[in-house]
């Protein structure tokens, strides 16, 4: 049952992850008069860092592009496993007092916005079993990431039933879940099964990586010497921020050539995995994708772990679609089949907006697809609503501290003008595109649900960090588009 008097917050913001708690330290810096409160569904601060636990969770970018640009990274590894990101985003949060303002196991359900009180009243669920509760505030931010936390993309493998081991999926991983001395079959060839390979390969008898297709795959440092030396030179903080450009630009670079010169680049990656796996190895089969680069994005491993993997002969690379399940393992549609005592069905996520909570304006239910997103952060024609969406092809943290600081200008011009409402009004005459333009599985599954770009700014997405900073952090916020409504004087 719903309290009497909904507790209200000029600023609501729903989840206490990465981006949740990046959002939180510009709110209390930049708009300081502004109350807040987050809200959190599960127990603890972290998001994707806290929910995945499977072996060798680690990040599969930078951690000083991962890392916020206001709490400088320390540690040693660049690409970073996923407890010291955990301790990095609770750090940070009891550092700046923002703990203080999440409110756990409060999972939002449904959110309405009224334009005459102009304001959202926000419902929901207590996961303690204290049942549903109501937030009223000003402006709400989701910060709640986009993919279902309560599961997994599993699909239906048939004779699964007949399967006498152990399947799982790594978002669900159990922890009584004892490999040591197993054959593994990891299903997937993404950052997920990249990750879990050589980190289950340490203690299983054996471990496949079964995937229908390769994906591009590049070795890195773990540990980035240049970082370590500016850091003896400069202190961390200005080591920092100097790395931080450099593996921005750096990755924009990557990035750019491999959209102006997929061929040269496809070789030059194809190229560095024959060096590690040696000529006589299968990589026309087992690591040569047939899309361009950046097509889908780059699987990063640290210190070339699974091809050392591969090449103690712990692991292997099997290339071949799944006939079915058998009692004891995978059959082929070749006519192959991989022993297995435990499948892990690395077979990604399932994208969910809003942490799956409905939205209404005025009682009437939105649908979120047929909407443009406004600078990548705002839907149209939803008032005092925005969202965090980073990047695809970059760490996801460089867009959020940029929509989080873009949503500090949007409110302190709202308190100069005396405005209650900011709202995108919809171009009906750019063109639609879609959302994102990656040929992944996840988001393939996800295309129908999610919103669209347009042609033009500020309706297009750049996926480009410069671009984005000279429209958010240096472009005017009156622009002709965002309009402000509800204005005294």
Known sequence: MLQAAPEHADVLVVGAGLSGIGAAYHLQTLCPERSYLILEGRGAI?????????PGVRSDSDMYTLGYRFAPWTGEQALADGPSILRYIRDVAARHGIDRHIRFGHRVTRAEWSSEDARWTVEAERTDGGGAVRFTCNWLHMAAGYYDYAGGYLPDFPGRERFAGQLVHPQSWPDELDHAGK?????????????????LAAEAAHVTMLQRSPSYIVSLPARDRVASGLRRLFGARRAHGLVRWKNVLLQMLMFNAARRWPAYVKRKVVQGVRKELGAEYDVATHFTPRYDPWDQRLCLVPDSDLFAAVRSGQAAVVTGAIERLTESGILLADGREIPADIVVAATGLRIQ?????????DGRPQDLSRALLYKGMMFSDVPNLSITFGYTNASWTLKADLIAAYLCRILNRMARKGCAVAVAARDTATEEAPFVDFTSGYVERARALLPKQGARAPWRLHQNYLLDMAALKFGRVEDGVLRFERCRG
């Open 183 to 199: 054959r593994v079959v990891v299903i997937g060839s993404g950052a997920t099964a990249v990750t879990l390979v050589p980190a």
């Open 46 to 54: 972290g998001g994707t860092w806290d929910l995945f636990r499977y």
């Open 353 to 361: 907006l809003l942490g799956g909570a409905e939205l209404a304006v």
